[in-house]
């Protein structure tokens, strides 16, 4: 049964030879594409002042059996790490030199965060990507559209849409093994499997969806004889829309997420230095939200109204006194974003808005008990943003945000993005300069280490770069520099002669800088090629698994029922640490390079019906390391299949 899986899986990649160009024929196109990161609100690419990277539904049908940090990694400018890891490792997000708390995260307009978290950070570890129509990532700082967070970059996420006949849907279900670079089992070892149903009647719209995904045969921390660590996530979605008239409709959304898995990383997280079987954590996260919008004559008026609760549960083993610690944290989050487009002239509309938010959390172990009624601060926020596109090529976004905290006062940030489109050259020039802010969590207020002198991190970034297409608009260049600093950065105070500890707003001024740029060539309309280089250095107080070169290059074929692709990425050496118990102290490691191959093959055995998709992943079953002590995934197989109605 093993060895036929194996076969199996090699069969479908050699005898359904290719796919991609229905993504790759987007990505011609790219100045014609529609973007909303820049303005809330749709606009053509071409008239943006950002490289916005857009991944499109068939990009990620291109990407069958990679999950969505897998997805983001190969993003120019983004490293997701951890991405290569067990199913349950915590993910890093490294945008321009920066850290989680410094990358606002947006589902379908609603900001997402876990109000209990240490730094206010969202777990995308929550979300399939199965449920995902289209992800734009927009770098640099981008506060005054987006409030708190939104500092090195802004990962906006639309969830999948309702079908326009009655009933449409599908039900999916794809396995694969789970081996490190060491093991060779050929048994299935990763199942995903779910079902959607969607459609229009009349005037309601309406789309549910059911994933799951149940993962275990590999160790979480690195070493020979350990146990196996298990990963499983249940998603529910709801989403019910009702166009009252051709100018206004109400969309309302509900959704479940349920994650629960064992580990082995120790408390402060530095190193996974032992196998452990009591370790465990359970989470889940209840959604809703409203999202009215509403047209005239001269422009759009839209609520991305949402809430949310984030309850986790966490078992650490307690090497001191022998017992099992239990930690429980809920987080609350309310967010109500009101804004209008006005269009005083076909060059010339004005954006204005006030976004409200409410977070609380509670914390409840054997050390700490805080409850939400003192945990918890409000923002109000209200901005407004400029945008003027000329008739000769001039291009301007500016604006400016207030914002008012409950805890620490006022705030305001602003962005400058004017580009130029030459009317004579396939060329477009862009530039940049924009500030952010980073509010203290609760946790850092008002945790067991809270401090409530904290002030917010601000961030200020300039870049310049350009965007052409050439030969036809069948190659695509595009690159940008950047130059990004950052005061009051959250740190750690620690006293070992009187144990006093606490955070505290890190005295000095750090930056990052560095270049991004992609490269697409369509060679004929089934065949084409791309990739992207990012070179990013960091002082060493930000410098911690940041890799200074990456890139990646990915090839797609597509034939008459099918598609082929295979991608390579190059992630350079990074520096880490580790705690020696012997010493008592954190040790810094240089992890070496690696680089990772991967393909992904999907054919229609009925048209419109069913659909069959093979990948290898690591083909060159390279042995590396994301965080020293964890393992990563060797080379592996996956099959699926996809019935569509």
Known sequence: MNKKFICLSVYSLITTFAYAQESDTLKVTTLKEVVVSDTKFAQSKEKSGKIIEVITAQDLEAKKGQNLANVLSQVAGVEINGNQSFSGKNLGYYIRGGRNRQVAIYIDGVPVTDASGINLEYDLRLIPVEQIEKIEVMKGASSTLYGTGAATGVINITLKKSAKKGISGNAYINAGTQNTSETSKTNAQ???????????????????????????????????????????????????????????????????????????????????????????????????????????????????????VIDRMVDISNSWSGTIDRYNYTGRTISIDAFNKYKFSKQLFVVVGTQFQYLDMAQKDAFTDVTRETAKFNLVDPYATVVFNSDFGL???????????????????????????????????????????????????????????????????????????????????????????????????????????????????????????????????????????????????????????????????????????????????????????????????????????????????????????????????????????????????????????
């Open 190 to 308: 990763d199942f995903n499997q779910g079902v959607s149903v969607n459609g229009t009647i009349h005037k309601v719209s309406y789309l549910t969806t059911l994933n799951s995904t149940e993962t275990k045969g590999m160790s979480e921390a690195s070493g020979k004889n350990f146990e196996e660590d298990v990963f499983s996530r249940v998603n529910v979605l709801q989403k019910i829309g009702f166009r009252a008239s051709d100018k206004l409709s109400f969309d309302f959304f509900g959704s479940y997420d349920r994650i629960k898995n064992t580990f082995d990383n120790s408390f402060d997280g530095l190193i996974a230095n032992s196998d452990d079987l009591n370790n465990k954590s359970f989470s889940e996260q209840f959604r809703v939200g409203f999202l009215p919008k509403y047209n005239y004559n001269k422009g759009e008026f839209a609520i991305n109204a949402g809430a949310s």
């Open 395 to 645: 291009n301007i976004n500016a604006g400016a945000r207030f914002n008012t905290h409950s805890e620490y006062g006022n705030q305001v940030v602003y962005n400058f993005n004017p580009s130029f489109s030459f009317e004579k050259l396939p060329l477009k020039i862009l530039a940049s300069y924009s500030t952010a802010f980073i509010t203290p969590s609760l946790y850092q207020l008002y945790g067991p280490y809270g401090n409530l002198a904290l002030t917010p991190e601000e961030n200020a970034t300039a870049e310049f770069g350009f965007e052409s297409q050439i030969l036809n608009k069948k190659l695509t260049i595009n690159a940008v520099g950047f130059y990004r600093e950052e005061e009051n950065t959250f740190g750690f105070y620690y006293n070992p002669t009187t144990f006093e500890s606490y955070y505290n707003n890190v005295i000095g001024t750090y930056n990052a800088k560095g270049i991004e740029t992609s490269v697409r060539y369509a060679i004929s309309p089934k065949f084409n090629i791309g990739g992207n280089y990012t070179f990013t250095q960091v002082e060493e107080q930000l410098n911690r698994l940041i890799p200074k070169h990456k890139a990646n290059v990915d090839l797609s074929y597509k034939f008459k029922r099918g598609t082929f692709g295979i991608n390579y990425q190059y992630v350079d050496q990074r520096n880490d640490a580790y705690y020696d118990s012997n010493i008592w102290a954190t040790q810094s490691i240089t992890l070496p390079a690696y680089q990772i191959v991967n393909s992904t093959i999907s054919y229609e055995l009925m048209p419109n019906r069913l659909q069959v998709f093979g990948a290898v992943t690591n083909i060159l079953n390279e042995d590396f390391q994301e965080v020293i002590g964890y393992n990563t995934r060797g080379r592996n197989f996956k099959l699926g299949l996809n019935f569509l109605f």
